[in-house]
């Protein structure tokens, strides 16, 4: 087993809205991600994925509001920290965000290389700004982007040069950690491979050392992460990894939701394009039972009052579910199904 | 380049044919009217005048100037040879002094008093807009719906409330003009003071109605901008609240500039009448003289002197955006 | 269509502006139930009194008399009748005499006169002044003497040719307001005209409104129809339009209004002709922001859905497009109505708005009262509460409309 880079611990947030409603839109979330090592987040809009993402960065605004639990950077925990100070020491220096719809992530009227002063200025003002171009450039460079780009306003940059700009701008202090919240959703497949590449060299080449990749696309995961993990509603119902989870989904939901793509892999072929009816339930006042209770088709009765809990299976204890359900009992249901 | 070229062309190409529809309407809008436009148009000053040669003369000279006798066409190549060469024709109420020396009398005065009223108005309704949208508080909810309300305040209303409060009441400015009637212009420190002291009233009155409109555009952008996704990322990479409203005001503020060039039409109108409430020597002032003495011609060359300098201001301020934003070559490249 | 509507009233922005506007509104319909009668008679001979309650003189001499021994009735007598400058000229005679009038208040009147009573005869003695000087004094000393004294008014008639007199009127006499025939309540006075000018407002201001309404009915009829025109069916039709809606938004539409309304002799100017007039030069505007709407409508999925249905073109601006840009077009409209009633108070104050003496608008009371100097002498009531009105219309309308921008766009949200 690696040195474990990102660790967090029943993390929870809350979304305060316009008319004062608190929303639990991470509500107890624990994950480990081992050095060199990916994690990939799944699950349908809503569930609180892209939440988790900010919520991670220990660095909350409004709307969003840390409520309690850990998170924790290479053995130094970041919770709790003055803001000011993750601001200057943890922020894009130990763990870094790519933004969902990255398209707008940049400041339009801002030449790239204006804005990467400004970034390496938030963490040290005395780095000469001559420096910082060598440096940008010689990085640019090394991630497969020509340095021009460097002089150009984000508006003159195409979708998928764009990305990648974001994607070498928030990884060029070299973080430890790397969230990146749906980095490939909008570009066409082109780019999408050239973006996951991108990513894929930066943790071969030790700019980064985890990743964390939220996506919709589940077959997306399946390729570039090591593990994966589904969320519902706000918790983590389950993970494992990549391969475990998409060829033996333990849980009610991710077994639906694998049951609904297509991995190109043998034996998956003939699998059943499956939808999940019903939709997720309001966050503002979370179900006291299992939150997936109201939609999965093999609920009881006591599921609907008893919250499950984390339960550990597999190989080595390395996988989680949470279901009141044991592992035999859904196996034995999925079986006869088929 | 070749994305600015283009814009410049677009701009250009615009602002001709722009030209062109304004004089031709300028041409065509009285001559619509039912009866003989120079019996009217002479007709309506007859009782005014008392010159009977004065009459016959503006008479022919109109006769002339409309040349009736030929085809429409050839009367608007006529029309537009004499705009061209800045030959308006003669006043009816001033006469004998020609249209042209009027307005070139009178145009300074407008422009140096608009203009500068105009900008200082656009800076300080950004400004507003631009803390309302980021402090919020009493700026959102107390100054901004304040100027917003004098913003809702007619042009000439402003500037009767301010006469009657600043001139009337505390007499510490001067009833009107655009200086001491005592006076003959010229360069002496003495004039400046006296032209300054009948200034700063109708300026304040145009900046304190324009502040409102300006600031609720700037402050939804502010907060359009606020909500952007490089906001968010800029904070995730540890840059500083400081420097991201920085880049949020900028890109804000840049719209701003044609925002101004779209409401100048709609404002110009306002701020022109509010002259003729302090009696100002501009071309509001003349515009209303004109208006009340039906003198034709007058009318007609300032409302295209007008119009002219609401194109080229419009065209000046569409140039230095496509400078000072980028997203605009973007655009052109699309 | 209700959930939007139950969001605007959370609005703070909307609820405001509403309430202003429905408040004036009801004051427009309301008022004159209240107060029936032709908002231009010209009530008042001579120009601008003041506001007030008027009491018919003629009836109150012919009332039953009450009366009553006020204790500070001829203090209050004496104080209006002494001028600031017949205390002025008081005090110049006690300088003049040396006299120390420091021991009392100088500007209580019933303290100055008892000073001036106790010294005026000394004074005149003994103060160097001029004849002319003395002269004055001695008068004003005659009307303090006549005020003090018990002086009665008697009211004559004649009849046959003989004077028969028909009433005494003493400082104790009163008579109850209610018992008068004839008092009148002008609480905005008069105009120059001498109409009652709160009831000439609020008639003014129903016809500006409506001016406003019919002008930004026609500018977002048209600006709505060459805009969905424009940007539904694209291609030569859209070039056109775009044409004439660039070049129109450019030439300032004050410069259009006054060569038209110029045009227009101004016996056929009604108001509704200003407004049809207004609304036809102030279209450009809606027309651009519902073309670039529909653009970014047109090619949406149900648009399309609805094209391959094989629907009527009416069919999908009418069902598939318009309620998307409804919001907009609303928003619009307000903005064109308050446009509008300024445009015409512009217009009018040029001396170009409707004729002026058949129907009353904002413009056209502004343009009188500024014609005939009502603010370059003090005449308030004649302007300020038409500037108000205007202003309080064009603002309750504007904040609406940012009251509805805020609800409308969610990126604008706080």
Redesign the interface.
Known sequence: MGKVILEVKNLKTKYIT?FHEDVYSVDGVSLKIEEGKSLGIAGESGCGKSTLA?SM?G?Y?PPLHYTSGDIIIDGVNISGMDPDKV??T????EI??I????????????KIIR?IE??IH??DKSVPKAEIRKMAESYFREVGLPPEVLDR?A??LSGGMKQRT?IA??TILNPKVLIADEPSSALDVTSQKMVIKMMKDLMKNGHIRAMMFITHELPLLYNVTDDIAVMYAGQLVEYGSAKEMVFDPIHPYSHGLMGSILVPEEGTRGANLTAIPGTPPNLKKPPIGCRFAERCKYAKPECFYTAPAEKMFGENNTRMYRCLMSEEELREVYANEQ | MKGYRKYFGQKLLWFFITLVVAVALNFILPRLMPTDPVNAITGKIAGGMSDSSAIKEVYEFYQKQFGLDKSMFTQFLIFVKNALRGDFGISFSQYPRTVSDIISSSIGWTLALQIPAIIVGWILGNVLGAVAAYKRGIWDKGVMPFFMFLGNVPAFAMAIILLVLFAMKWKIAPTGGGYSSQMIPNMSWKFVKSVLSHYWLPFLSVVLISIGGQAVGMRSMSIYELNADYVKYSRFLGIKDGKIVKYVFRNAMLPQVTGLAMSLGTSIGGALVAETIFSYPGLGTTMLSAVTSSDYPLISATTLIITIMVLLVTLFLDVIYAFIDPRVKAAQFD | MKNTIKQLFHSSKFVIGFVIFVAILLTIIIYPLVSPGNPLEMVGVGTFAKPGTYVSLYDAVQTEKDTFKFADADEKRLANAISDTDREAMLALFDAASLDYSSIDVDDSNQLIEFWDANYENAMSTAKLKKSQKRDLRLLDSRIQSLKAGETFKVIEELDGENVEIATITKTDYVNTSKVINVRNLPLGTDNFGRDTLRELVAAAGVSLRIGLIAGIIATFVGLLLGLLAGYLGGIVDNIITFFTNVLSVIPSIVLLILINYSISQELRGPTLCALIIGATSWTWTTRSVRSQVISLRNRDHVNLSKLSGHSLMRIILTDILPYIASYVVMAFILQVSSGILAEAQLSMLGLGPKTTTTPTLGLMMNWATLYSAHTTGRWWAYFPVILTITFISFSLNYMNTGMDQVFNPALRD
């Open positions: 316009r900010l960065m660095y605004f601001r200057t943890i922020l894009g220096s870094a965000y933004p969902q719809a990255a398209m707008n992530a940049l400041n339009p009227t801002m804005f400004d970034v938030a963490h306003h508006v003159e974001v701008v928030s």
